[in-house]
């Protein structure tokens, strides 16, 4: 299988458009169990001339074990950095694509603190759909991109950024619901989280308005 590395063509073009590009990608969206996150890297023109970190791809696509020193590498490339999150009580109440963009609302919000601005940002979205722009409560202006974590550097470095955070967050909440196996299956449908939830029931942090019973097996 050819593995594509991600480049920084589109985010170099975007920038003589803009000043500033706030890269965003989800982990979690179909999960059983967790939270969603949203990772945002900053991106300028004097960062988009420096070189790609090795190793830096698409979380999917990068080995476990390797993603916390690609995490940690990706986020001293980048000007800024961050993780925004939607928790699964609020994903039951206003549904997933709203909860993403919570999370992603939150993401920009927190990357605005660390001193990115909004005046000509840009925000470079993988995927085919705005989520973000309903939520934020100030205007933004969003460019959704189909595999852009997967051909955008700034996309992946915000990918692998939300990935460990999110990986982290789940083996912490393992420790006090092991039955679950969150270590291992992050909170998706694994055929042992499955038959976990089966035997003990629903956890705080599982999403009780999905049909988990039914959900398909990601693994």
């Known amino acids: 299988m050819t593995v594509i590395t991600p480049r920084l063509t589109l985010e170099r073009k975007l920038l003589g458009e803009c000043d500033l590009i706030i890269a965003l990608d989800e982990v979690g969206r179909g999960a059983l169990a967790g939270p969603v996150a949203v990772g945002a890297a900053v991106m300028d023109a004097k960062g988009a001339r ?22 940690a590498r ?7 950095s961050a993780v925004g999150w939607a928790t699964a009580a609020e994903v039951d109440e206003v549904g997933i694509m709203r909860a993403l963009g919570l999370a992603a609302s939150r993401a920009v919000e927190a990357v605005v603190a660390q001193g990115a601005t909004l005046e000509n940002a840009l925000v470079l979205l993988d995927g085919n759909h705005d989520y973000v722009s309903r939520v934020h409560p100030v205007p933004l202006r ?13 996309v992946s470095a915000a990918s692998v950024i939300a990935k460990v955070a999110r ?29 976990a939830i089966r035997s ?19 693994f």
């Not at 420096?50 to 995490?71: H, I, Q």
């Not at 990706?74 to 800024?80: D, I, P, T």
């Not at 393992?174 to 989280?193: F, L, T």
């Not at 003990?200 to 990601?218: C, E, N, Q, V």
């Open 74 to 80: 990706a986020a001293s490339w980048v000007q800024a």
């Open 200 to 218: 003990f029931g629903l956890s705080p942090f599982h999403r009780s308005s999905w049909a988990i019973a039914d959900a398909p097996t990601l």
């Open 142 to 154: 969003v460019r959704p991109v189909i595999k852009a974590d997967r051909d955008c550097a700034s």
């Open 167 to 195: 990986d982290g967050l789940m083996a912490e909440l393992h420790e006090d619901h092991r039955d679950y196996q969150w270590d291992r299956n992050k909170g998706y449908a694994s055929p042992e989280h499955r038959e």
């Open 50 to 71: 420096r070189r790609v970190p090795e190793g830096l791809r698409d979380s999917k696509l990068v080995p476990e074990r390797r993603r916390p020193d690609v995490a």
